[in-house]
């Protein structure tokens, strides 16, 4: 479940009493809203930093992408669980005159330090008594002018700032928060010919090592990937490593990742992003649980629907914008110009979506449900497991004028049990057959 604040009262919304949310949480059914994407229908919120507040509330701070064709904004929203499982999405947290490109946040003495950049290279901070601010003291950080600001606080309180596209650079930073030791910077901590560095930054420390977690082109010559190299100090130097998550196949148009790796609950999880909409534009925050070897090195995470939570359930809805793989033309885009809910959109012949994981527990389903809205029609076929698997059910989908949505069911005569990847093909006759709203199984 997602609670909306607003911190601009003319869109007609008041911001939440804490201990009213607190209260309206503990009341209502628990109701698993840890899938992906985090970010709500209709808001779009990339290059997702998690850090954790001193009360345990896990806030993701990110850009915020509004429209087709342009990244970000001039604002920023902010989201928070306490438990991943409900979230709280707080608008407008601050506003700026330039747009806003990637931050992070640091919390320190009672403060809570806001670090972001504008056109121009331009790197600044901004201070607040909340995490949700307001922010004021607007203050230039001198010496960076590049993008994607980072703070680090190592364990003997020393903070650093790292910054940087194509060569990463960092430095310590004073005890204000707000200036650099500009005699320590270093240049180069990881770089595109070395460590395939694009940008975004992101550093962490676990055990005795640091890690210096990045948007790098390792595969397809695309910032797909977030990746990591490794060290003993916390300005280099750092060793390649390998891949945390890469986000190609999300949607046909991406293009980049920015992330950010965070421990909460004893378990550590990756913060990434998808593109929508066909482009590398209007991109969402997505979350997965991540591993570790024994020797420090992460697993490569899988994108998947079911993110920090369980296995979806089968027999409850599946709303067709969690689908984490696209293939061919299929979107995932707005049912409505000016609206909010999110659809599987342009589906052609072949296309085809995924979604990873759903759980059919210890019984099969007897039937299917989808939730479509009829274009030239077609026919739409469900596997399991495969991409290319054979089909084990089919719905014969009629013409329409994509006006009108209406449900259609189908028998299920195959023996469907346990956790299963769940692939939707597509086929008819050239252009657009049918949009899909959801899918639901049925005992």
């Given at each position: 479940?997602?609670?909306?604040?607003?911190?601009?009262?003319?869109?007609?919304?008041?911001?939440?009493?804490?201990?009213?949310?607190?209260?309206?949480?503990?009341?209502?059914?628990?109701?698993?809203?840890?899938?992906?994407?985090?970010?709500?229908?209709?808001?779009?919120?990339?290059?997702?930093?998690?850090?954790?507040?001193?009360?345990?509330?896990?806030?993701?701070?990110?850009?915020?992408?509004?429209?087709?064709?342009?990244?970000?904004?001039?604002?920023?929203?902010?989201?928070?669980?306490?438990?991943?499982?409900?979230?709280?999405?707080?608008?407008?947290?601050?506003?700026?005159?330039?747009?806003?490109?990637?931050?992070?946040?640091?919390?320190?003495?009672?403060?809570?330090?806001?670090?972001?950049?504008?056109?121009?290279?331009t790197e600044w901070v901004a201070t607040a008594d909340s995490p949700a601010g307001p922010f004021t003291k607007k203050t230039r950080i001198e010496g960076p002018e590049?993008?994607?600001?980072?703070?680090?606080?190592?364990?003997?309180?020393?903070?650093?700032?790292?910054?940087?596209?194509?060569?990463?650079?960092?430095?310590?930073?004073?005890?204000?928060?707000?200036?650099?030791?500009?005699?320590?910077?270093?240049?180069?901590?990881?770089?595109?010919?070395?460590?395939?560095?694009?940008?975004?930054?992101?550093?962490?420390?676990?055990?005795?090592?640091?890690?210096?977690?990045?948007?790098?082109?390792?595969?397809?010559?695309?910032?797909?990937?977030?990746?990591?190299?490794?060290?003993?100090?916390?300005?280099?130097?750092?060793?390649?490593?390998?891949?945390?998550?890469?986000?190609?196949?999300?949607?046909?148009?991406?293009?980049?990742?920015?992330?950010?790796?965070?421990?909460?609950?004893?378990?550590?999880?990756?913060?990434?992003?998808?593109?929508?909409?066909?482009?590398?534009?209007?991109?969402?925050?997505?979350?997965?649980?991540?591993?570790?070897?024994?020797?420090?090195?992460?697993?490569?995470?899988?994108?998947?629907?079911?993110?920090?939570?369980?296995?979806?359930?089968?027999?409850?809805?599946?709303?067709?914008?969690?689908?984490?793989?696209?293939?061919?033309?299929?979107?995932?885009?707005?049912?409505?110009?000016?609206?909010?809910?999110?659809?599987?959109?342009?589906?052609?012949?072949?296309?085809?979506?995924?979604?990873?994981?759903?759980?059919?527990?210890?019984?099969?389903?007897?039937?299917?449900?989808?939730?479509?809205?009829?274009?030239?029609?077609?026919?739409?076929?469900?596997?399991?497991?495969?991409?290319?698997?054979?089909?084990?059910?089919?719905?014969?989908?009629?013409?329409?004028?994509?006006?009108?949505?209406?449900?259609?069911?189908?028998?299920?005569?195959?023996?469907?049990?346990?956790?299963?990847?769940?692939?939707?093909?597509?086929?008819?006759?050239?252009?657009?057959?049918?949009?899909?709203?959801?899918?639901?199984?049925?005992?």
């Amino acid at each position: 479940m997602i609670f909306r604040e607003r911190k601009n009262t003319k869109f007609g919304y008041m911001k939440k009493n804490t201990a009213i949310l607190t209260a309206m949480l503990a009341a209502i059914s628990p109701i698993i809203f840890a899938q992906n994407p985090i970010s709500p229908e209709g808001v779009f919120i990339p290059d997702p930093s998690a850090r954790v507040s001193p009360d345990g509330t896990l806030l993701i701070y990110g850009s915020l992408d509004i429209k087709d064709g342009e990244y970000c904004s001039d604002r920023y929203h902010l989201l928070s669980t306490r438990d991943l499982v409900h979230w709280t999405l707080t608008e407008d947290i601050f506003r700026n005159e330039e747009t806003l490109y990637a931050p992070d946040m640091y919390y320190s003495d009672g403060r809570y330090h806001l670090y972001y950049d504008c056109p121009g290279g331009t790197e600044w901070v901004a201070t607040a008594d909340s995490p949700a601010g307001p922010f004021t003291k607007k203050t230039r950080i001198e010496g960076p002018e590049q993008i994607d600001p980072c703070i680090f606080v190592d364990d003997d309180g020393q903070a650093y700032y790292f910054w940087g596209q194509f060569s990463a650079k960092g430095a310590r930073m004073n005890p204000d928060f707000r200036t650099l030791d500009r005699s320590s910077i270093t240049d180069s901590l990881v770089t595109e010919e070395e460590h395939s560095f694009h940008e975004g930054s992101f550093v962490f420390k676990r055990g005795g090592y640091y890690y210096f977690t990045y948007a790098s082109v390792k595969r397809r010559n695309m910032p797909t990937c977030l990746s990591y190299a490794m060290s003993t100090s916390p300005l280099g130097p750092y060793e390649y490593k390998g891949e945390i998550i890469d986000n190609a196949g999300c949607d046909p148009g991406v293009w980049n990742n920015h992330g950010s790796v965070v421990e909460f609950g004893g378990k550590w999880y990756v913060l990434y992003h998808r593109s929508t909409h066909g482009d590398r534009f209007m991109r969402k925050a997505c979350i997965e649980p991540i591993t570790f070897r024994e020797d420090g090195t992460i697993v490569e995470a899988e994108m998947t629907s079911q993110g920090a939570s369980s296995p979806l359930d089968a027999y409850s809805r599946t709303d067709a914008f969690r689908a984490c793989l696209l293939h061919g033309n299929t979107r995932i885009r707005l049912a409505e110009e000016g609206g909010c809910h999110e659809i599987l959109s342009g589906l052609h012949n072949g296309d085809w979506a995924a979604f990873k994981y759903l759980d059919f527990g210890e019984k099969s389903p007897s039937s299917v449900t989808i939730r479509i809205r009829p274009r030239k029609g077609g026919r739409l076929g469900i596997a399991t497991d495969q991409v290319y698997q054979g089909d084990f059910v089919s719905v014969d989908i009629p013409g329409g004028d994509g006006s009108k949505w209406i449900e259609l069911s189908a028998r299920i005569e195959d023996d469907i049990t346990g956790k299963r990847a769940l692939f939707l093909h597509f086929y008819g006759d050239d252009g657009d057959l049918f949009d899909i709203d959801w899918i639901r199984f049925d005992k």
